[in-house]
């Protein structure tokens, strides 16, 4: 999706981890992908040694928030893997796994110019106020989700009129694969404003200002909008 878009949020998944079902596999030696077909005919190709790690919790999903998938959702069953984005990895309505190599097999999207690995970089984004809102001067509430699942998010900062960075306030963390939200109290003054946010990793990562289109492997850029105080 691209910078800001609505595409990222949270669900409470239950399933059964990927890694005990290929360990009863067993893959051979030089394997390194694992091709999901859905019923529709889509397929993805993930990487094995993320789906065999046991600090990703990649599994075939069979629940959304309590009750059994919407089908929409992918009912009956699902791929759910953190860290890497839906196109080499959420395979809805899963009727076959393949353990093969990137060398014999392509997911869908790879021969259209995609990337056949997919990881997840870190992003945020503004939900409130709205891009274009007429607002009142005085506190105003500016807030949001930051991600960089695996590594988790260190700090949230807020620029306005591309001035210095400020730090906004972050939530509890749920999981380091959930989105964080954060919010940031701005003493607004009449005239037009520009927002914008980045988010810094546990790492060390700071968000990239560099535009990049979703294709081939994810964007880039800082999420940013135009507002008016009167």
């Given at each position: 999706q691209e910078v800001g878009g609505n595409l990222v949020g949270n669900a409470l998944w239950l399933g059964y981890p990927i890694r005990k079902l290929l360990a009863r596999a067993r893959p051979t030696a030089g394997a390194d992908m694992v091709l999901s077909t859905s019923i529709d005919g889509f397929t993805a190709g993930t990487p094995l040694k993320v789906l065999e790690d046991p600090g990703t919790a990649a599994m075939l999903s069979v629940g959304m928030n309590g009750p059994p998938l919407p089908v929409g959702h992918g009912f009956p069953v699902r791929m759910v893997v953190p860290g890497l984005y839906g196109y080499v990895s959420a395979t809805k309505w899963v009727v076959d796994l393949k353990v093969t190599t990137f060398a014999k097999d392509q997911g869908y999207w790879t021969p259209r110019g995609w990337s056949a690995r997919g990881p997840v970089k870190i992003s945020s984004r503004i939900d409130t106020p709205q891009d274009g809102r007429n607002l009142k001067a005085g506190t105003i509430a500016i807030a949001g989700v930051a991600w960089y699942q695996h590594i988790g998010i260190a700090g949230v900062q807020i620029q306005?009129?591309?001035?210095?960075?400020?730090?906004?306030?972050?939530?509890?963390?749920?999981?380091?694969?959930?989105?964080?939200?954060?919010?940031?109290?701005?003493?607004?003054?009449?005239?037009?404003?520009?927002?914008?946010?980045?988010?810094?990793?546990?790492?060390?990562?700071?968000?990239?200002?560099?535009?990049?289109?979703?294709?081939?492997?994810?964007?880039?850029?800082?999420?940013?909008?135009?507002?008016?105080?009167?």
């Open positions: 306005i009129d591309k001035g210095a960075g400020q730090d906004a306030n972050l939530a509890s963390v749920v999981t380091v694969d959930s989105s964080l939200q954060w919010s940031f109290a701005w003493a607004a003054k009449p005239g037009n404003h520009q927002l914008a946010v980045r988010a810094i990793g546990k790492n060390g990562e700071v968000q990239t200002a560099a535009l990049a289109d979703p294709a081939p492997n994810g964007s880039t850029g800082l999420h940013t909008i135009e507002v008016s105080v009167s």
